[in-house]
């Protein structure tokens, strides 16, 4: 199974890209935040109980609650990256490792974070695979911020999406230097059926 992970900070349609491939022979999604369009009824039901912890934490302001639920996505990603094992090639709108690493960073204390980082990398990395390419969707923070149409998440400030563009480009780097193909897209002016089909292209060349 090739595996190919779509990431990019907020609003840069990674999961709108995803979607478009939904019904491409050959392909299968996993949607990590709108579960209830995935194949495990498990990840269904696990990725509306993650999604509802999110959303508590987010409208009370609760970091820890909030960086929790983001963590426990990694939960219904596996009941469904299971059920979905014998797919040509599977798409995500995340990265288990990458995401969870990048997002991390904000959501723990500062100093606890430092020091958690590197036991939570080799973790992630012993119970998770990398992806065999990224599409990574670059979008400004300025962009992310005007494209913004929902109540703002707890890192949706200016400063701190610089602050994840700046993690993902050093996972990213990371990645690349141990030879995983990363598929850099420039989201900032192009229309959404644009990056769309830049990503379907990549994705179909590997049927």
């Known amino acids: ?16 890209v995803v979607r478009s491939l939904d019904q491409v022979e050959g392909v299968s999604t996993i949607h990590t935040t709108t579960y209830q369009n995935n194949g495990s009824r498990v990840a269904r039901v696990s990725g509306r109980v993650v999604n509802e912890l999110t959303q508590f934490g987010e409208a009370r302001n609760l970091k820890g609650v909030t960086g929790l639920g983001y963590f426990l996505h990694l939960f219904p990603y596996h009941f469904e990256e299971r059920a979905k094992g014998s797919s040509q090639v599977l798409v995500s709108d995340r990265d288990t490792i990458v995401d969870t ?15 958690v980082r590197t036991p939570l990398k080799f973790l992630l990395q012993h119970s998770f695979s990398y992806p065999n390419s990224f599409c990574y ?3 400004s923070s300025e962009v992310s911020v005007q494209r913004n149409n929902k109540p703002l998440q707890l890192h949706d400030t200016i400063k701190d999406l610089d602050r994840l563009r700046e993690l993902f480009e050093e996972e990213l780097f990371l990645a690349e230097r141990q030879g995983i193909q990363v598929v850099r897209i420039d989201t900032d002016t192009k229309p959404l059926e644009e990056v769309a089909d830049e990503v379907t292209f990549h994705v179909t060349r590997l049927l």
Do not use: A, Q
């Not at 690493?101 to 020091?115: A, E, Q, V």
């Open 101 to 115: 690493l990048c997002y991390s960073d904000f959501y723990l204390p500062s100093g606890f974070s430092r020091i």
């Open 137 to 139: 969707l670059e979008v």
């Open 1 to 16: 199974m090739y595996k190919v992970s779509v990431v990019g900070i907020d609003n840069s349609g990674k999961t709108s």
